[in-house]
């Protein structure tokens, strides 16, 4: 990841006019949409369910959202990062086109059995979607400058630790398959813990930047790396013990793991002291040794992904339907609408890459996981090519979170890793993902085009929090 | 803190191959062992999930997929399962696919490479395939009298045109619905095939082309067919027909059926021998003929070869090394001599067809989804059998059979029927096999039928008794 010459250039110095790259952004953003056109026609010729005219709305809706969008990414950061939005947008699309086909075979069922015809879970999702479009644009507009949230920093670790436990409130919190992630406000439930990741990864950013050099102190020395003093320990052990709350309050696997993960992830960066990550590693083993003999669903965990077949029609049920629905796809994939996704429980959440695995192969599969690589990595490039500490600790962060949460959930649904709970970001059903999905890219837009962009004087808009910028 | 993230970055890059060699492993390598795991659905619901062709008797489905609520979205629909069961076969969840389900499942599944251009097409459109027709050359009409007639019996009915080797009717009794073998319901599935498999009338096997049975008198027609061959003998030709027959090198004697002599001074004419189907005549003509000879005539007429309709067809056998007492024995049908009804109405069609055995064939079209014609089976000569103007000479003697001697009860008033009774032991104790081979009209048949009732009473008319009825039926279906 080289770093753009234009952006090194020493302050006061003019700069010559770097090329937005924004109609490349819409041509790409075109094809994405063209994509998903192409899908929906797909699924009507292979399953006879011809698209109706709800659906040509949706999909031209989904076109125009992508346009939105894109005029103000056009306007409000102009110098962004153009391949962020059309691979985001396009992974949200794929994830429509295959919401759709699982409510095609629901529909095709229902009409077999001889019963009502579920709800469609397209235009759900899609509503979700003109929501996260809408917080989108907000953030886009009205965050004008990243390093205006580094103002906020306990704030936002307030409220994303209250967030993270809320599902625990009475009342509103609700559990949901043993699991307590959802807070249920009048008709809507809400995953918090998608939510409280961002505001926690702008929180870390803030502390970090704030703390690093007490917490980048050597005082031990063993085996030749430098070991933090003691009394730095406070923040990981902190993380350690919220993330195992996590786990043992609301039995969330998944946003335990990736919290630490996150954490020490970014403790590393901040002080580019490998000690930390050595002890985080070695903190993730005790916790999970710890958990695995102290709970009872995360041993089943275990066992399951290491004998599957054994559970076969009760716990391990769904990941070996997953894993025949991924064998079924083989190379090139059942075709859209042609295999049977919908054996596999939560196809359209959890397990909507084992779907999409199985009608669109392992082409598909492969074609998807590199749509994330490209978002993961033009954040860590926005990450190192940003000027302030805070907003390069943001960027990684905001990508490791992407990275992370894409890595435990694929992992598991392919039996790679234990299975947890996660969703798949831009491709679940489900709102809250998507919203804090759109959210981080918004925010990582913001900061690519800080980045990228060519004025020379921008004054800091916090002179309080002036960088002693640190280039390694 | 551009090293650290780099770093980070290359780590978060080792977890993106690890997603992608899993995935690869498991959707390219492991995938095959995964679709052959149990309790993977995926396969039998791809193969239920396609509209499975149906197989045509006529314009008729008698068998067709009908769309279901199940997971498996298609179910086997028999109309008149038992009836057509010989021919259909079943197609079970639990124990695979029989009969024509079988043979044609590529033409039914529109896996076939008849299909090649509807393939393209449903690959271009994202379809499933739609399987084919199948048209059986079964005679609806033939096919039910023959099942009536089987009714309460235990046995087996084919029926042949003998010009082209289609076969009009294939009959069993006791038969099976292959309606519940192809549920989809596991448990009743096997419950009824055990309970199949334990009935001794044994429903499952395919009695017309599989059950092998000595032949009898019926097998005369193959030895007065060597006899003309010969050159020795004509219908005419008077030979001895005592009321015993001394066999060779052996104490033992072969008898007549009525215990009587054949004719006045113990002779008689060929003709009148197969009229009244006389024991010791044909057994003294087996042993001046040899077993060469008979062996021969039996193979151009079919024996000793395996005849794929495209159901396997249990091969029909004459013994290989007989000694002159065996030739005598097998000369009218007993010894080692066995046949399938196929067979013999192979032989009756063979006869009737000018002495040309045809090939015997169960597939009249494959229609693709469409219902345009793909493929048409045309008819094709086994071989020749015997001369025109001996098959003629033979005919006029088995119209003889039916209208002077023994066949009494297959006769049609204003058809000339030929035929031949018979009757054979199948070991000491066991029931008498009773038969009826036929054609007609005689000058230019259009149904050669063997009947063949297994249990039957001991008597040589039972052939006419139970089996000439049965034959005189289908031949009326038809030439109604």
């Not at chain 1, 011809?50 to 894109?70: C, D, F, R, Y």
């Not at chain 2, 095959?32 to 197989?55: A, F, H, K, M, S």
Request: glycine share 8%.
């Amino acid at each position: 990841m080289s770093i753009p010459v234009e952006v090194m250039a020493p302050v006061g110095t003019t700069v010559r006019k770097q090329p937005s790259r924004r109609n490349l952004e819409l041509v790409l953003l075109i094809f994405a949409w063209a994509v998903g056109v192409l899908g929906t026609l797909q699924i009507g010729w292979a399953s006879g369910v011809e698209p109706n005219s709800q659906l040509w709305i949706t999909t031209g809706v989904v076109g125009a959202l992508a346009l939105v969008m894109h005029g103000v990414v056009r306007w409000k950061a102009r110098y962004a990062d153009p391949f962020l939005l059309p691979v985001a947008t396009l992974l949200t699309i794929l994830g429509l086109v295959m919401i759709y086909r699982l409510d095609v075979a629901a529909i095709e069922r229902a009409v077999l059995n001889e019963s009502p015809a579920p709800t469609p879970d397209v235009y759900s999702q899609l509503t979700w979607f003109t929501v996260a479009v809408i917080l989108f644009v907000s953030v886009l507009f009205l965050l004008r400058d990243h390093r205006i949230l580094q103002r906020y920093t306990y704030t936002f670790g307030f409220a994303g630790l209250v967030l993270l436990v809320l599902p625990l409130a009475p009342i509103i919190g609700t559990t949901v398959n043993g699991a307590t992630l959802w807070i249920r406000l009048g008709g809507f439930s809400f995953q918090p813990a998608e939510l409280s990741k961002i505001l926690l990864t702008i929180f870390f950013a803030g502390y970090l930047v704030e703390k690093r050099d007490s917490l980048a102190l050597v005082r031990t020395k063993f085996l030749g790396i430098g070991f933090p003093r003691l009394k730095d320990l406070g923040p990981i052990i902190v993380a350690w013990l919220v993330s195992l709350g996590v786990l043992i309050f609301q039995r969330d696997l998944g946003t335990s793991l990736l919290f630490f993960g996150l954490f020490v992830s970014m403790l590393y960066i901040a002080t580019q002291r490998r000690s930390w990550l050595i002890l985080g590693g070695l903190m993730f083993i005790i916790g999970a040794v710890l958990a695995y003999f102290a709970f009872g669903h995360v041993r089943l965990r275990v066992t399951v992904w290491l004998d599957p077949w054994t559970y076969a029609n009760d716990d391990g049920y769904q990941i070996v339907q997953s894993l025949f629905g991924l064998a079924n796809g083989g190379i090139l994939g059942a075709g859209l609408g042609q295999g049977f996704p919908n054996l596999v429980p939560f196809a359209n959440t959890d397990f909507i890459v084992a779907a999409l695995g199985e009608e669109l192969g392992v082409t598909g599969l492969i074609a998807m996981l590199l749509l994330y690589a490209i978002l993961v990595e033009r954040g860590l490039r926005a990450a190192v090519s940003v000027r302030d500490s805070f907003g390069q600790l943001l960027a990684a962060g905001l990508s490791i979170t992407l990275a992370l949460q894409v890595f435990v959930i694929i992992g598991g649904v392919t039996r790679l890793i234990p299975l947890t709970g996660l969703t798949t970001p831009f491709l679940s059903y489900g709102g809250s993902s998507l919203i804090a999905n759109w959210i981080i890219v918004a925010l990582l837009l913001r900061i690519s085009d800080r980045a990228r962009r060519p004025e020379v004087t921008m004054p800091s808009p916090d002179e309080a929090v002036t960088q002693v910028v640190r280039r390694v | 803190m551009t090293r650290p993230i780099r770093r980070i970055a290359f780590v978060l890059g080792i977890l993106l191959v690890a997603l992608l060699v899993n995935v690869t492993v498991i959707q390219v390598v492991l995938a095959g062992d995964y679709r052959d795991r149990p309790g993977n659905q995926r396969v039998l619901l791809e193969e239920y999930d396609r509209e499975r062709g149906p197989i045509l008797v006529g314009s008729n489905p008698v068998a067709r997929s009908k769309e279901t609520g199940d997971t498996l979205k298609f179910l086997r629909v028999y109309s008149d399962g038992p009836l057509y069961a010989p021919v259909t076969g079943f197609y079970s969840l639990v124990y695979g696919a029989t009969g024509l389900e079988r043979t044609e499942n590529r033409i039914l599944t529109g896996s076939s490479s008849l299909f090649v251009v509807d393939r393209a097409e449903q690959l271009f459109a994202g379809r499933q395939p739609v399987g084919g027709a199948v048209t059986t050359t079964l005679h609806a009409r033939a096919q039910k009298a023959a099942f009536d007639g089987l009714r309460g019996k235990k046995g087996a009915v084919v029926a042949i045109e003998p010009s082209t080797g289609r076969i009009l009717a294939s009959v069993q009794s006791p038969s099976f619905d292959p309606n519940i073998l192809s549920s989809h319901d596991p448990a009743a599935i096997r419950e009824y095939y055990t309970t199949l498999e334990a009935d001794p009338g044994k429903p499952l096997l395919n009695r017309p082309i599989v059950s092998l049975n000595p032949p009898g008198s019926t097998f005369k027609i193959v030895t007065a067919a060597a006899a003309l061959a010969s050159g020795r003998f004509t219908p005419d030709t008077v030979i001895p027909g005592p009321r015993t027959y001394d066999l060779p090198d052996s104490t033992r004697k072969i008898r007549n059926w009525n215990g009587q002599s054949c004719g006045p001074g113990d002779l008689v004419t060929l003709r009148q021998a197969l009229a009244v189907s006389c024991n010791t005549a044909f057994a003294w003509l087996g042993n001046q003929l040899g077993a060469d000879a008979l062996r021969t005539q039996a193979e151009l007429m079919g024996f000793d070869q395996s005849f794929e309709i495209p159901l396997r067809a249990a091969m029909s056998r004459f013994p290989e090394n007989p000694d002159d007492p065996q030739t005598a024995m097998s000369a009218i049908g007993q010894f080692d001599v066995r046949a399938t009804a196929l067979q013999m109405a192979m032989v009756g069609a063979a006869v009737a067809n000018s002495g040309k055995t045809m090939n015997p064939y169960l597939v009249q079209e494959v229609r693709g989804p469409d219902l345009a014609i793909l493929q048409t089976t045309t008819p094709s000569v086994f071989d020749q059998a015997m001369s025109p103007i001996n098959a003629a000479q033979l005919t006029e003697m088995l119209v003889n059979v039916v209208e002077n001697g023994t066949g009494s009860n297959a006769r049609i008033p204003g058809v000339r029927v030929a035929g031949k009774t018979g009757t054979a032991q199948t070991g000491n104790d066991n029931p008498a096999v009773a038969w009826f081979v036929a054609f007609a009209p005689a000058q230019s048949a259009q149904v050669a039928v063997a009947v063949v009732v297994e249990d039957a009473g001991a008597a040589e008319v039972s052939g006419n008794q139970l089996a000439a009825p049965i034959a005189r039926a289908v031949i009326e279906a038809v030439l109604r």
